[in-house]
């Protein structure tokens, strides 16, 4: 994350700041594998907050894209400059930020979407919402999470037996 070897490197290779990071048979993380990322989303996955707001203040664009690299990137600094900025997901809702969190097993910043960023009024209360967080808590073993809903689980299953 250091900005002088960044831009020193870039310089050097006379390179665009909004260019994009090239394949590589040494990149082992299927979300890199499956994505190709821009320098600032890159810097996002690895939670360089350095070089992003380098990239930033460059006016380098800030993509909706960037909050799964964010996740990824388990920097809560970097979630709240996305928020500060107006970035908001593709889909402008967060369930698709939950999922990549309980998958990735960043329960803080799960927990943070849940309590902050998250409209109760709609995805909550939606029918399979806590159902789907449950899933991909069980689909992606994190089992922390999914204890954090156990006693709603009981209650809703109870429910559904009992009608």
Known sequence: DSIEE???????????????????????????????????????????????????????????????????????????????????PSNSNFVECLKESIKCHHNGISNYILNNLMEMNIEINSNNFIANSVAYGFHYHNFEFIQNYSSFIVLAFLTIYLL
Do not use: C
């Open 6 to 88: 960044f831009d020193a490197y870039m310089n050097r290779t006379n390179s665009s700041l909004s260019s994009i990071i090239p394949d590589s048979i040494f990149e082992t993380n299927s979300f890199l594998q499956k994505n190709r990322p821009s320098l600032i989303e890159y810097s996002a996955f690895f939670g360089s907050i350095q070089i992003f707001q380098y990239l930033r203040l460059k006016s380098v664009k800030l993509t909706p894209s960037l909050w799964l690299y964010a996740i990824h990137g388990n920097n809560p600094e970097m979630i709240h400059l996305l928020e500060e900025n107006g970035v908001k």
